[in-house]
């Protein structure tokens, strides 16, 4: 199975910007459909961006569109999710997500998740 652990998380203002990384391990990094997911208290976890395996077709969620860029570096194996204009909404746990298929933007197949980085957006 793959190992993946996020990095980049912190504290930022209203109209700030955060990358957050999420480093693959165990396996062949480019078989793999990768995600981004965020989790807010009391809240369930909930989807923000996925990308396919070359990278070049992504999904957003509606509340990201715009703002978020989901992007992978195959030879890293290392997955990146930009976040510009950053909200006090965005406040969360994000997740890296890996799983063997993709199919409309949503990973199928065994998933493997990451420990998530808190993002913390101050108003």
């Known amino acids: 199975q793959v190992q993946l652990v996020e990095s980049g998380g912190g504290l930022v203002q209203t109209g700030g910007s955060l990358r957050l990384s999420c480093a693959a391990s165990?396996?062949?990094?480019?078989?793999?459909?990768m995600g981004w997911f965020r989790q807010a208290p009391g809240k369930e976890r909930e989807f923000a961006a996925t990308i396919n395996y070359g990278g070049g077709i992504t999904y957003y969620a509606d509340s990201v569109k715009g703002r978020f860029t989901i992007y992978r570096d195959n030879a890293k194996n290392t997955v990146y999710l930009q976040m510009n204009s950053l909200k006090p909404e965005d406040t969360a746990v994000y997740y890296c997500?890996?799983?063997?298929?993709?199919?409309?933007?949503?990973?199928?197949?065994?998933?493997?998740w990451g420990q998530g980085t808190q993002v913390t957006v101050s108003s």
């Open positions: 165990g396996r062949t990094f480019s078989n793999y459909a």
């Open positions: 997500a890996a799983a063997n298929n993709m199919a409309g933007g949503r990973l199928t197949g065994a998933t493997y």
